[in-house]
């Protein structure tokens, strides 16, 4: 009875003013337009993919709030070499002082220093301003791989800092205002040692797998009194640099380089870790694609700490098998959501988020999508129904109305015409359901969205 309420209260048997403009003769009849409010609930999922991607960053740092709890990041990079070094050189002996001596002499190599600098991408804190930040450099003491999936909550052993390799530093918060951020760097001087130690292994020619093997990459870990998630781009500026010279009197100090890259070609990932205690969600939170409820009618979503809300399209069923609704053709369907509260230059709403269908065996795939199985983990866009392309739906954020839009018509037609199924098989109970995901899984951004906002517009045709 509920449901067939809500759907009279919404329904409009006169044809819609926006349903018109599906209807190339302009013809009235037979036009309409339905408005269904979706029932949606947070969920908790655990396995974020946080390795390499198109836009993978660097996640450092910690940041703290009431809702969340407390959310921490360490990143890992394996080093490959992009330069290499300069060969040493013949010189005369200009220290003889016999007139018949013509001697020649190696000249020798000079280490300067180690240089770690990351590039700003973006900063994140529920404080008001950033104050200094403390980062340490470490070795990581297992091999990372390539070309595989590392998921948010893997762990990778560590040794302990070295000397000299622990930082502190105040975040440039006119980073956040530049025309092209991407200028702004932070820069981390390392010990000798491991300048020393990286430069022999840059003179090798088996230097790949001594990275691999012997240097297996570096840890980046943030300190337990950090307020503040930094971002850092991969390419770019970003590099570790050992600075070298030829000892000779016209070569100076730092004068050459070797560069190794922490780019999207090694392995790589963000650790994220999330203490919730004593914090909204974690007083309200279940197990792993387990529903739950804050109390408080507001849905959240954090991507990096696994917090999104799962929607119901039940409503979706019903109206579809209403009498008088067999042959119905449906011609748009949108979404819409709203958004709460205002940004700051640290606390940015979640920009865009993708519908992911929970289908067979009740999975959630995140980690990359196929055209054999996007059916059953995505939904697509009015663009690739018109293109004929796999594009999933993104839902950008509406900055000056607060609100996420986006059209689903082909996923909505596939329901109609029976090649999606949203009644659940038996001892199943969620097929008919959404997740919202963040475009970005690794994004520190968040978002409140009213429980009871969450709208399914449709615009459909009946036969004459």
């Not at 702004?184 to 790949?208: G, M, P, Y």
């Not at 016209?250 to 004068?255: E, L, R």
């Not at 909505?412 to 995901?437: C, F, H, M, T, W």
Request: charged share 20%.
């Amino acid at each position: 009875m509920l449901i067939f309420a809500t759907l009279t209260i919404f329904s409009c048997e006169d044809p819609s003013e926006v349903g018109l403009g599906l209807d190339p003769d302009g013809i009235e009849t037979g036009v309409y337009y339905e408005e269904l409010l979706l029932p949606a609930q947070n969920v908790f999922i655990d396995s974020i993919r946080t390795s390499t991607g198109e836009q993978f960053r660097f996640l450092i740092g910690k940041i703290t709030d009431d809702v969340f709890g407390s959310t921490s990041s360490t990143a890992y990079a394996q080093l490959s070499t992009v330069s290499s070094v300069q060969p040493l050189v013949f010189r005369l002996d200009t220290l003889s002082t016999d007139p018949i001596v013509v001697d020649t002499l190696w000249t020798k190599y000079v280490i300067d220093s180690a240089v770690l600098t990351l590039n700003y991408g973006d900063i994140s804190s529920s404080e008001a301003t950033v104050t200094s930040q403390t980062l340490s450099i470490h070795e990581v003491d297992d091999q990372l791989f390539s070309g595989v999936y590392y998921l948010a909550d893997f762990e990778t052993p560590i040794l302990p800092a070295e000397s000299a390799h622990g930082f502190s530093f105040t975040p440039r918060m006119d980073s956040l205002t530049l025309e092209d951020p991407s200028s702004d760097t932070v820069h981390f001087k390392l010990n000798q040692t491991w300048a020393e130690r990286l430069f022999e292994i840059a003179r090798q020619s088996d230097r790949a797998q001594l990275l691999r093997e012997d240097f297996k990459g570096i840890a980046i870990v943030p300190d337990e009194t950090n307020t503040a998630m930094i971002e850092y781009l991969s390419t770019g500026l970003t590099a570790l640099n050992v600075h070298y010279h030829l000892e000779a009197d016209t070569v100076y100090a730092d004068s050459l380089v070797v560069n190794f890259s922490l780019s999207a070609a090694n392995a790589k990932y963000n650790k994220i870790t999330t203490d919730r205690t004593g914090s909204l969600i974690g007083n309200h939170i279940g197990d792993n694609l387990e529903n739950f409820s804050t109390g408080d009618n507001k849905l959240y979503i954090n991507p990096a700490s696994g917090i999104h809300p799962k929607l119901s399209l039940q409503p979706l069923v019903d109206f579809l098998e209403a009498d008088g609704n067999e042959l119905i053709q449906l011609n748009n369907v949108e979404f819409e959501l709203v958004s709460e509260g205002t940004e700051t230059p640290l606390n940015n709403k979640v920009k865009n988020l993708r519908l992911y269908f929970i289908g067979d065996q009740s999975q959630i795939n995140i980690n990359g999508l196929s055209a054999q199985n996007l059916y059953t983990t995505g939904v697509m866009t009015d663009i690739g129904y018109l293109t004929g392309s796999l594009l999933l739906l993104n839902l950008p954020i509406d900055t000056s109305a607060v609100k996420y839009r986006g059209a689903a018509t082909l996923f909505a037609q596939s329901v109609n015409n029976g090649y999606i199924d949203l009644k659940p098989e038996e001892g199943e109970s969620i097929r008919n359901s959404l997740v919202l995901l963040s475009t970005d899984p690794m994004s520190i951004d968040r978002s409140i969205i009213p429980q009871d906002s969450i709208k399914m517009k449709i615009f459909y045709s009946k036969p004459n």
